[in-house]
């Protein structure tokens, strides 16, 4: 039976009340509570429905588009499609994707996106941390001191010198994964003052942010469950969704910084993350972003006000990308550093400044420039190998876009705890699907992983029907960890048994790359730990894209809490996939055979560091052996 949209669906999605909504009435009530008084307190483990290739009918994309809220915004037949999939698995958990089914379909822009080394992406961050006026909520995975806590610390600490010339108070959350004993009995643990604070968080004392009311807290479901959505919201007037955890590494990453109603979705989210008791509550728990956000005078307490007229608070930046590059190299601005913080008021003088640490110093080449950028935010002493960028084509990492709004859904996922691969149909890998069975001719994917079980059908199916699928993966990307039971492989295997499916014909549809940075002619394995790539982004028939923190690999499908834009706009995709090919030398230099999709030099040899393919249980010896190299390596088990 083909899987449809309930007339329970349709009612939770066009109800009016959301966790939100029932926290602007009290703001008192944990979102916990507000959760089990709309939605039952379900929470059932998500399981497949019977048919994964049924296909939904004229009818079923009608109602399906009724159970969003696009203001002016006209999704097409492509996102509904995927939109329709994705609102299936709310008969099973109406929370499934973390966010109110009202606020799952909505809209919204996005003013700005980044596509660079990790602190890169914390440097906006900062800057947006700064300029808050009443709230701020931070999720993220890992958190371990580095420039990227740094940078944060020091803009809390700049956020209360502003608050208190003010003569206010600015309300603080931070959440992020930390698995311990405590959580087998609740999953939500507060971090006191002592601890977050102490060596191993670093964040700044109270007495160093006297005009900040800051709570901090971590998140894990046991065993697997781990919180790996990153997102911020400010105000609840912009939100951030980033590839990145906070710690220093060699990642490339990404970043959107979205405004307008999406936000309130955003504000959703980070409400149920939360789930206990927020003491003091946001400030902004009766100032939806479709009403202005902070600062709007109308009290009304729902999220959907008759007026549709959402305020973006950010100034667009018109220029274009050389103009950008050509003014950044003759500013030679300071960087916004720890340590030494340089923050800036407009997101005009956010891209000049970053994009100067891009720029040719003294007699400098500009590759010479972008290898010294790469090695200080990896902390590595990598040696250029890639060819001097074109005119046009220098590595431009924060890309501004027109504030246009287009519609765009939620795809998220919850955290799921048990050690067994069942908790699979929910919103974000019925999104991931639904766009692979839907597109009409394209396939463009990066990930660090992609190894899931469910890609290999749904991959081979696209292709044999004439789709060109083309995915960019990391040579090395925590092999150790994909090796073990339960995982689905290294990338190198699950290529191998993806081209094993196909025909050579077939196979002339499908293009494996493999990382190469910007700076490089060549993948670098990541045991070097000198370039990598965590961008998660996958973009359908070149104008549905979905990006976030979510992985192609077992534990994103099947475990990590994780969260997700899917975008209707051939403008915003273009300029990532733009931006995704300026930024790296994936495209050049890092295709991998049409035989088997394995890289290999001129002479046929594989990468230095390689993993020949192998099965278990051979790779279980290994995948072992590595962990505990792994574990010792951060300091014992």
């Not at 109406?94 to 996005?110: D, E, K, N, Q, R």
């Not at 941390?129 to 958190?143: D, L, N, P």
């Amino acid at each position: 039976m083909k899987p449809q949209i309930t007339p329970t669906v349709v009612q939770l999605c066009q109800a009016e009340d959301t966790v939100s909504s029932e926290l602007a009435k009290n703001p008192f009530l944990t979102p916990e509570e507000a959760s089990k008084k709309l939605y039952d307190g379900r929470e059932t483990t998500g399981k497949p429905h019977d048919d994964q290739l049924g296909l939904a009918s004229d009818e079923d994309l009608k109602l399906a588009a009724s159970c969003g809220r696009w203001g002016s915004t006209q999704p097409g037949e492509l996102f509904l499609r995927a939109y329709h999939d994705v609102l299936t698995c709310l008969e099973v958990d109406p929370l499934a994707g973390m966010v109110s089914p009202p606020l799952i379909g909505t809209y919204g822009s996005i003013p700005l996106s980044v596509i660079a080394p990790l602190v890169d992406i914390v440097r906006h961050m900062s800057n947006v941390i700064v300029r808050a006026q009443k709230e701020v909520f931070f999720a993220t995975c890992s958190w371990s001191p580095s420039d990227a806590t740094h940078l944060v610390s020091d803009a809390l600490k700049e956020l209360s010198k502003r608050a208190g010339v003010r003569g206010e108070k600015v309300v603080v959350k931070i959440i992020y994964d930390k698995a311990s004993a405590a959580q087998f009995i609740h999953s939500h643990q507060t971090i006191k003052p002592d601890v977050y604070s102490g060596e191993k968080i670093q964040l700044p004392k109270p007495e160093e942010v006297p005009h900040l009311d800051m709570e901090v807290a971590s998140l894990h479901k046991p065993l697997l469950g781990t919180l790996h959505a990153k997102f911020l919201v400010v105000d609840r007037k912009i939100g951030i969704i980033e590839s990145n955890n906070m710690e220093d590494n060699a990642n490339m990453e990404m970043m959107t910084h979205l405004e307008g109603p999406v936000v309130d979705s955003l504000y959703d989210c980070a409400l149920i993350t939360w789930n206990d008791v927020l003491n003091p509550p946001l400030p902004t728990h009766n100032s939806p972003a479709r009403q202005g956000g902070l600062g709007s005078s109308n009290a009304a307490n729902s999220v959907f006000p008759p007026t549709d007229q959402p305020q973006y608070p950010t100034a667009l930046d018109t220029r274009g990308q050389q103009e950008i590059v050509d003014e950044a190299t003759a500013a030679q601005l300071p960087a916004n550093n720890p340590g030494d913080p340089h923050y800036d008021d407009t997101l005009v003088a956010e891209i000049t400044r970053i994009q100067s640490m891009y720029s040719p110093k003294g007699d400098e080449s500009r590759v010479a420039a972008i290898n010294r950028h790469l090695n200080d935010t990896s902390k590595s002493k990598a040696t250029h190998t890639g060819p001097e960028p074109a005119t046009g084509d220098e590595f431009t990492p924060y890309i501004a876009h027109a504030t246009e709004s287009f519609p765009i859904a939620m795809v998220s996922r919850k955290p799921f705890g048990p050690p067994r691969n069942s908790d699979d149909y929910v919103p974000q890998n019925e999104a991931f699907l639904s766009l692979i069975r839907n597109a009409r001719s394209s396939i463009f994917i990066q990930t660090p992983d992609l190894n899931a079980p469910p890609l290999i059908p749904a991959m081979t199916a696209a292709i044999k029907r004439g789709v060109e699928i083309t995915y960019y993966v990391c040579l090395g990307y925590n092999d150790a960890g994909e090796m073990m039971p339960g995982q689905g492989g290294t990338n190198e295997t699950f290529a191998s048994k993806l081209c094993e499916q196909l025909s050579e014909s077939e196979r002339t549809r499908l293009n494996i790359h493999w990382y190469t940075a910007k700076d490089q002619s060549k993948p670098i394995h990541h045991q070097f730990k000198q370039r990598a790539c965590h961008v998660k982004l996958l973009i359908a028939d070149g104008h549905v894209g979905v990006q976030g923190s979510g992985n192609q690999d077992t534990q994103s499908w099947y475990h990590s809490q994780e969260i997700n834009v899917m975008i209707d706009s051939e403008a915003t995709c273009r300029k990532w996939r733009e931006g995704i090919d300026r930024n790296q030398n994936t495209l050049k230099y890092g295709k991998g055979s049409q035989e088997d999709g394995i890289w290999r030099d001129e002479n046929g040899n594989i990468a230095e560091g390689s993993t020949p393919k192998s099965n278990p249980p051979m790779s279980w010896v290994k995948g072992a052996v590595g962990m505990a190299k792994k574990l010792q390596e951060k300091g014992g088990f």
